[in-house]
Structure formats: C-alpha cells, structure tokens
C-alpha cells in the first residue's frame, strides 16, 4: 500500500489481507487487514468492497473498527449474508478497497468513568477502545449475547476493567438481561458516560432506562448502509427534532435521547 493521503480525512484505500482467524463458531471471524494511516476514533466504520466482487453485491459493506494499531486494522465478522460470506471465503494476500475512516464515532475523555453496554456484534467498535485505553478501571463493560462467549472477543477486554457477560439463551435470559442494564444504568454515577452498542431493541432498552434515570447515553446505530457518505439517503434515522438524517454521515453514533426508534 503506497498512497499518499491525510491520516485526518476520509480516503479509499486499496490493502490487502493479512490474515484471517475464525472463532469458535464457524459464523464468526477476524480479518486482519493492512495497517491503513488514518486517525481513527472508536466507533468509526469502514466500507469494505473485496476486489473480485462483480454487481453482485453491488455495494459495499459498513463494519466497524474493532481494532487499530501499527500492524493491522482488524474487523470482526459475523456471517449473515452474501457479502459477509465471500468475505469470510477470501485468502490472505486477497485485495479489498476500504473507504474509512467513516462516522463520527464516540467521544470521551480518558478520566471520565464509562459504562459500556454492548449486545452480539455490538461488541465489536469497543475491543480497541477498552485495550488501548490509558485507565481501563474506569471501564465498566457489560455484555449481552446469544452465543457461546467463546464466539465474541470478550476474554481479550482488559482485567482491570469490570466486566459482566450474559448469555441469552431463552425469555428469561432476555428479561434478566433487561432487569442488569436498568440497575447498572440507574447505578451509573453522575460525570460517567454510557456508551451503547447493539441490535435495536437492545438500544431501545438502553434509550428508556437512560431516559428513566436521566444519564448521559450515546448509541451506535447498525442501519443498512449503501454508499457509508451520505449520498444515497439509505440509512436514514429519525431525530427528535423531526428530522430524518444520514446515520453514516451524522452518526452513527447519536446521544440517546435524539433517536427515535420507528416501529
Ligand atoms: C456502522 C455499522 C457498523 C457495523 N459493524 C459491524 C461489525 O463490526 N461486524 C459485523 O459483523 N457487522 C457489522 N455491521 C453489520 C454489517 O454491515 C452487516 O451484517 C452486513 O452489511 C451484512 O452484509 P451481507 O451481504 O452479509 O448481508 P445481506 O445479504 O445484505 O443481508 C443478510 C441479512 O443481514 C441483515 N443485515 C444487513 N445489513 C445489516 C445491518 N447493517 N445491520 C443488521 N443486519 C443487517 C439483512 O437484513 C439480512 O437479514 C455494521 C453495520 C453498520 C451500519
Ligand atoms: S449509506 Fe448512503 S447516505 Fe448513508
């Protein structure tokens, strides 16, 4: 990769594979990529396009930034549907081109205690953001997921951070779930940060009970995405406010009480 570019902007990038590991389930995976110069924050995303895709699919795929450091830029993946799957089957040395840094991604300062919430592959934008962090016992992470733990990059979340995970297998798992976040949100102490990540009725979850106990709660939203750069109007949100906006350009990551959910 010889491009000249300014690590402060947005730019497309042409980088190759470096490796890719699978995790316990056969659904899950890290692909290591060729470390890009961008100044990145966590909860930024890129668009990922393998070189040998055709039309099909056309566009490209929005993942977060799980990790980033002077080796490689690593995503993790799970497998859903066509794009993820030819990801999944592409080789070390395979090129993709990669649009990013993309989003807005949290903010937070270092000595400002976190309450980290995540659901499933809501894991993903926080794995870096918890290692490099220069205080990590001010982390308190809380996990929710359907599979095996196994699965989820939990076990490599710093020890001096509090963590809890909880796998849900059944309704009562879920209302368990529900029952942890309210009292870790309710118990948040004033001057710490929530920040959110997960499938939608996870973040609705988190978006009443934030509401409730009036805490300061920023989410990152997983809406289908086509262009990633506020082109195309496929991934709109709802404000409060009444207005639609682009989720890639304007967040994704919002204050909670400015989403609203449609049914
Ligand atoms: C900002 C952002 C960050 C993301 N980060 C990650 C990440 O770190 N790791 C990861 O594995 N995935 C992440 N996703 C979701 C990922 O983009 C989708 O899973 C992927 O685009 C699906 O592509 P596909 O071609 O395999 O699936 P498709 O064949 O397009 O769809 C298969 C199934 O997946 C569902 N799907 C498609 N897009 C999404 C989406 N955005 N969210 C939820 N479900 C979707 C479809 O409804 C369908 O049921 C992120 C999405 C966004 C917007
Ligand atoms: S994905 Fe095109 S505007 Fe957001």
């Not at 066509?82 to 395979?94: A, D, F, K, M, N």
């Not at 997921?145 to 963590?163: N, T, V």
Request: charged share 20%.
């Amino acid at each position: 990769m010889k491009q000249s570019i300014n690590p402060a902007r947005p730019s497309c990038l042409k980088v190759q594979i470096l490796g890719i590991s699978y995790a316990r389930s056969g659904n899950f995976f890290h692909l290591y990529l060729e470390p890009t110069p961008w100044e990145s924050r966590p909860g930024q995303f890129v668009m990922l396009r393998p070189q040998g895709w055709d039309n099909d699919p056309i566009w490209p795929r929005p993942f977060s930034i799980c990790e980033k450091n002077d080796d490689s830029l690593r995503i993790f993946i799970q497998i859903v549907g066509r794009g993820t799957g030819l990801i999944s089957r592409l080789q070390p040395g395979s090129t993709l081109h990669i649009w990013g840094p993309l989003g807005n991604g949290f903010q937070f300062s270092p000595d400002m205690p976190l309450l980290i919430l995540a659901g499933g592959m809501g894991i993903a934008p926080f794995v870096g953001l918890c290692k490099s962090h220069p205080n990590p016992e001010l982390i308190r992470f809380i996990f929710g997921h359907r599979m095996d733990i196994g699965c989820y990059p939990f076990a490599e979340l710093p020890p001096a951070s509090s963590r809890i995970h909880l796998q849900q297998t059944g309704q009562a798992d879920i209302f368990d779930f529900q029952r942890l976040l309210r009292q870790e949100i309710e118990d948040c102490p004033a001057g710490s940060r929530i920040l959110a990540c997960g499938p939608t009725p996870f973040l609705k979850v988190v978006q009443e009970y934030a509401r409730e106990s009036v805490k300061d709660a920023w989410m990152s939203l997983e809406n289908k995405m086509a262009c990633g750069v506020g082109a195309c109007l496929g991934c709109v949100t709802m404000t409060s406010s009444g207005d639609y906006v682009q989720t890639c350009s304007h967040g994704p990551v919002f204050r909670a009480e400015d989403v609203v959910f449609e049914e």
